[in-house]
């Protein structure tokens, strides 16, 4: 069954609009995870987890922490938020369980999605913030399976305007709106253009800041492939042709 679509103009509908048409092309290879995405694929799970959110009692501009540690689970938690209309808290994986507490406290977190690896630490950290539920990518005790989000039956996603609901919640309690992550997807595609031919190779790991987001994000709406690697391992230019890469400090770098 073919996704709900979210309201025009939005993150989710500039990122995801022409996904579901692309079918099995692969849009994101995270090699530290071992895992590979179509465009179709990503596209169902996160409007069809959106939805299941929804179902959960999941609010409009409401916060859910993303504390995880790979490129593919940032993107599926971030944009899963974002379609079932909540702001997406980015949260750095090496804080230690006290600033964890802080930081979701700070931005008034009611929900947390993480990984299982950090799932113990993130467990720990809930109990003295307002958190009420922990998604989890995997089987983790005390926590919400991911998969089980896109069982539930499908709901409508609410209706939001780019122009004033935010997006994320960054480090220092800084909002940014909608349209201005669609902003900084556009000003880091000024130097190299991506296209559908392109692959990128993406060593930026997640953070509590949002440029691997709009990395991803751009890559999705231009056709091309990321190829997510915590560094450059040998070879993986070569192995996946790579046309452009990460730099540090921000920004591309076309070979």
Request: proline share 5%; glycine share 8%; aromatic share 4%.
């Amino acid at each position: 069954m073919k996704p709900i679509v979210s309201s025009a103009g939005t993150v989710t509908n500039e990122v995801f609009g022409r996904a579901y048409e692309r079918g099995d092309r692969p849009a994101l290879v995270d090699l530290h995870g071992g895992l590979v995405y179509s465009y179709r694929r990503l596209v169902t799970e996160v409007t069809r987890a959106a939805s299941g959110m929804v179902r959960r009692g999941a609010r409009r501009e409401q916060v859910v922490g993303v504390h995880v540690s790979t490129a593919c689970a940032q993107t599926l938690a971030v944009h899963t938020v974002l379609a079932a209309g909540g702001v997406a808290a980015p949260l750095d994986p090496r804080l230690s369980g006290a600033e964890l507490a802080e930081r979701l406290s700070e931005c008034d977190a009611r929900t947390l999605i993480t990984t299982p690896d950090l799932a113990p630490l993130s467990l720990r950290a809930v109990e003295e913030s307002r958190v009420r539920q922990v998604i989890a990518f995997g089987s983790v005790v005390d926590t919400i399976d991911f998969e089980d989000l896109l069982t539930l039956e499908p709901t409508p996603l609410p209706t939001i305007d780019a122009r004033t609901q935010d997006a994320l919640v960054l480090s220092g309690g800084r909002r940014m709106a909608q349209s201005e992550l669609l902003a900084r997807m556009a000003e880091l595609d000024e130097r190299v253009k991506l296209t559908e031919s392109d692959v990128v190779l993406a060593t930026w790991k997640p953070d509590d800041g949002c440029d691997l987001i709009a990395l991803v994000g751009l890559a999705v709406l231009s056709g091309a492939l990321v190829v997510a690697a915590s560094v450059d391992l040998p070879g993986t230019k070569h192995d996946f042709g790579v046309t452009v890469v990460t730099v540090p400090g921000g920004g591309f770098e076309r070979l």
